[in-house]
């Protein structure tokens, strides 16, 4: 079945550096993407999000990129802090109500 | 103002017994989501309330899991019969549906435990 998966389970970087957190996704018709993190013991945090008529959306240090060409999708955070320290999700909608999640990525940053 | 709660945060029971989860979202949100995740996984669709109503019940694994929701708030997540399979944390969430895309807000969760 289709299903939306990341490349890495766990990512560890050091404090002040740059992060990107990556997400394969197959069906090539959703046009809605959102990054949500997820700290221990709380429910996932929506991040980011974008639309397939669009490559790239940033925000406050993070930044999305699609590449609808090959279906991936990424998150980079800049300057990474020890408070991002979570496990990220990506997520495609995939009718007008219901998202579909990867497996997450546990990001770890280094002090 | 107050985000999306859900009660209680843990619970603990045995094989076989009743649970019922509660999910209180945000006022004025007209659609509200109910999601299972296992550990170290992501997030399982279960069930989906437009208002009171579920159009959308496909992800519910087995006639075990029924769901309500009444006043166009409060959500009950009831699981029959708990099985040792069915830990896992059990998230609800709700969006204003008021915009074309889907902006979900997550409550804390449930960590469901059948020993």
């Known amino acids: 079945g289709e299903s939306v998966g990341l490349h890495l389970p766990t990512l560890s970087v050091q404090e002040g550096d740059n992060s990107i957190i990556n997400c394969a996704y197959s069906?090539?018709?959703?046009?809605?993407f959102i990054w949500y993190k997820q700290e221990s013991g709380k429910g996932p945090q929506f991040i980011i999000d974008?639309?397939?008529?669009?490559d790239k959306r940033q925000g406050q240090r993070v930044t999305v990129l699609l590449n609808k060409t090959v279906k991936h999708l990424s998150l980079q955070i800049a300057a990474t802090q020890p408070g991002d320290s979570a496990v990220y999700f990506c997520?495609?909608?995939?009718?007008?109500?219901?998202?579909?999640f990867g497996s997450g990525t546990r990001l770890l940053v280094r002090p | 103002g107050a985000g999306v709660s859900q009660s209680p945060s843990n619970k603990v029971t045995e094989k076989g017994k009743d649970v019922e989860l509660r999910c209180d979202p945000i006022s004025g949100h007209t659609a509200l989501y109910w999601y299972r995740q296992r550990l170290g996984q992501g997030l399982e669709f279960l069930i989906y309330f437009q208002g009171n109503s579920a159009p959308d019940k496909s992800g519910l694994p087995s006639d075990r899991f029924s769901a309500e929701r009444t006043g166009e708030s409060v959500s009950t997540l009831t699981i029959q019969r708990t099985q040792q399979e069915d830990s896992a944390v059990y998230l609800c969430?709700?969006?204003?549906?008021?915009?074309?895309?889907?902006?979900?807000?997550f409550g804390p969760g449930t960590r469901l435990t059948v020993l």
């Open positions: 974008i639309r397939s008529n669009m």
């Open positions: 069906n090539s018709a959703s046009d809605y």
């Open positions: 969430a709700s969006s204003a549906r008021d915009r074309h895309y889907n902006e979900q807000f």
């Open positions: 997520a495609e909608e995939r009718s007008s109500y219901k998202l579909i």
